[in-house]
T-cell receptor
Framework: NAGVTQTPKFQVLKTGQSMTLQCAQD?????MYWYRQDPGMGLRLIYY???????DKGEVPNGYNVSRLNKREFSLRLESAAPSQTSVYFC????????????FGEGSRLTVL | LAKTTQPISMDSYEGQEVNITCSHN???????ITWYQQFPSQGPRFIIQ???TKVTNEVASLFIPADRKSSTLSLPRVSLSDTAVYYC???????????FGSGTKLNVKP
């Protein structure tokens, strides 16, 4: 029972490099989310996707792009990484039961030097 | 989007009941009040959700007064393993986005 799987778990980048964070869920959920969490802070919504092929901006979308090519996967891309993007990134999917709660992955810790 | 306000931190001792209050003065009619718990190095997990009055599950209780401008998460007889950050969110019934605030860091002492 994998739930939400994120890769990689750790990554170190140099300023200006690009990379993609991968997220996959096996719960057949429609909606998926990307958050970032800076040290000692709460989570901030970057992008979300209500369904396959649709995406929408959250609170802090600048510097990121997302892709929802199928129902299972929702990727987050940093085209030109900056030190300000050093953070822990969490992917989540939204359950379709009574509470519509979010199920989170284990997080991806990204450091930009 | 309606904002929530919580205390930044709270201390408690094992075996005590802990009440964390969240203020949401501009709550909309179709907003549900939802609480999440986050342990270090993990993603948040859902605890409880309610619309009005009182909701109880195996983990916590949620008290919501009639005006719904605040809510209180109650954790009975906390243990050291309840040390975590607790987030209060408003979730609209017809709206996808979930916005987390800064949360309340609960420190349970032996």
């Amino acid at each position: 029972n994998a739930g939400v799987t994120q890769t990689p778990k750790f990554q170190v980048l140099k300023t200006g490099q690009s990379m993609t964070l991968q997220c996959a869920q096996d719960m057949n959920h429609n909606s998926m989310y990307w958050y970032r969490q800076d040290p000692g802070m709460g989570l901030r919504l970057i992008y979300y996707s209500a369904s396959e092929g649709t995406t929408d901006k959250g609170e802090v979308p600048n510097g990121y792009n997302v892709s929802r090519l199928n129902k299972r996967e929702f990727s987050l891309r940093l085209e030109s990484a900056a030190p300000s993007q050093t953070s822990v990134y969490f992917c989540a999917s939204e359950g379709q039961g009574e509470f519509g709660e979010l199920f989170f992955g284990e997080g991806s810790r990204l450091t930009v030097l | 989007l309606a904002k929530t306000t919580q205390p930044i931190s709270m201390d408690s001792y094992e075996g005590q009941e802990v009440n964390i209050t969240c203020s949401h003065n501009n709550i909309a009619t179709n907003d549900y009040i939802t609480w999440y718990q986050q342990f270090p190095s993990q993603g948040p997990r859902f605890i409880i959700q309610g619309y009005k009055t009182k909701v109880t599950n195996e983990v916590a209780s949620l008290f919501i007064p009639a005006d719904r401008k605040s809510s209180t998460l109650s954790l009975p007889r906390v243990s050291l393993s309840d040390t975590a950050v607790y987030y209060c969110l408003l979730r609209a019934s017809n709206f996808n986005k979930f916005y987390f605030g800064s949360g309340t860091k609960l420190n349970v002492k032996p």
